[in-house]
């Protein structure tokens, strides 16, 4: 099924404002392997234009959590899309991180909204 975050402001500046988002996924199953397809944007500009900064489509093996990072620095607002196929026990949880490392916001999966399609992205 897919997820998204929505449009998530980032501030330009200041405490609050994001580096790069980083999304967990953890497969908590025993013995079947999950696949993901993973879509992450920014919105840039007086218009907030989708602008794609990431695209992954992987397996995550069971028991095995994987961590993609992107980066949003220059985003006004960032979305990240996922949607999970064979999927058993996934648990994914996106953070946002400052420059130093630091988690400045968790959404977790229990917080995305479902929909019904993932963003394409034109080449």
């Keep these: 099924m897919p997820f998204t975050t929505g449009a998530v402001y980032n501030p330009a500046a200041g405490s609050t404002h994001a580096d ?3 999304v967990s996924c953890l497969n908590d199953s025993n ?26 489509l992987f397996q995550v093996n069971p028991q095995q959590l994987i961590v993609q990072s992107y ?7 960032y979305e990240v899309q996922l949607n999970f196929y064979s999927a058993v026990n996934t648990i994914v949880n996106i953070h946002t991180v400052d420059a130093a490392g630091t988690v400045l ?4 999966q229990t917080q995305l ?3 019904d399609r993932l963003s394409l992205i034109s080449t």
């Design 71 to 77: 980066s949003v620095n220059l985003a006004d607002y």
């Design 105 to 108: 916001h968790n959404i977790l």
């Design 20 to 22: 790069r988002v980083q």
């Design 113 to 115: 909204t479902y929909i």
């Design 31 to 56: 013995s079947n392997t999950i696949n993901i397809s993973l879509l992450i944007f920014q919105f840039r500009g007086a218009s907030f234009t989708r602008i794609p900064v990431g695209e992954a």
